[in-house]
């Protein structure tokens, strides 16, 4: 297998990988460590890599796996969402924490397979099939997975808005 693949793989997924880590509340440095780790592991493994039926499925179990294993070497808490990562800027000051903390607390009400589809969505810009990519699942289950996770956060809404 040639090294040019995995450097063209690691170039093509690598911003969208340190945008789904500092969104999970990394800071920009440690979320480097973890995709770094993350691009280390699918290095040594790039036959399998290359071998598999969705390669950024398998590569983002990986990234994945490297930021549970940081958490827990750290025995860190995640921290509040890094207001840049390469080019990608959060809302600023007050309005863009707020609307960051409003979008966690939405996302605490979704399953944790629709919360990521819609993070991935909304925060990351990501289309359906780039979000089934990622996670391995057809665009179906993404397209399923959003309009569930819309449904569960207007029924809230609904709720909310009946108690007042």
């Not at 040639?2 to 969104?23: C, G, I, M, P, Q």
């Not at 592991?41 to 179990?61: D, I, M, N, V």
């Not at 699942?137 to 709720?159: F, K, Q, W, Y």
Request: glycine content about 4%.
């Amino acid at each position: 297998m040639s090294d040019a693949w995995f450097v063209e793989f690691h170039r093509a997924h690598r911003v969208n990988f340190l945008k789904y880590v500092t969104l999970r509340g990394l800071t920009r440095c440690d979320a480097e460590d973890v995709v770094s780790n993350a691009f280390l592991a699918l290095y040594r493994a790039r036959a399998p890599l290359r071998a598999a039926r969705s390669p950024e499925a398998f590569a983002f179990k990986v990234l994945r796996d490297s930021l549970v294993d940081f958490l827990r070497e750290r025995d860190r808490q995640p921290v509040p969402v890094a207001e840049q990562v390469d080019g990608w800027t959060a809302p600023d000051d007050v309005a863009g924490l707020v609307a960051r903390l409003d979008f966690r607390r939405m996302l605490a009400r979704l399953t944790p397979r629709q919360a990521e589809c819609l993070a991935m969505h909304v925060l990351l810009g990501e289309d359906v099939a780039e979000i089934g990519r990622y996670l391995g699942i057809g665009p179906s289950a993404v397209r399923s997975h959003l309009s569930d996770a819309r449904r569960r956060l207007e029924d809230h809404a609904d709720r909310r808005e009946e108690e007042r």
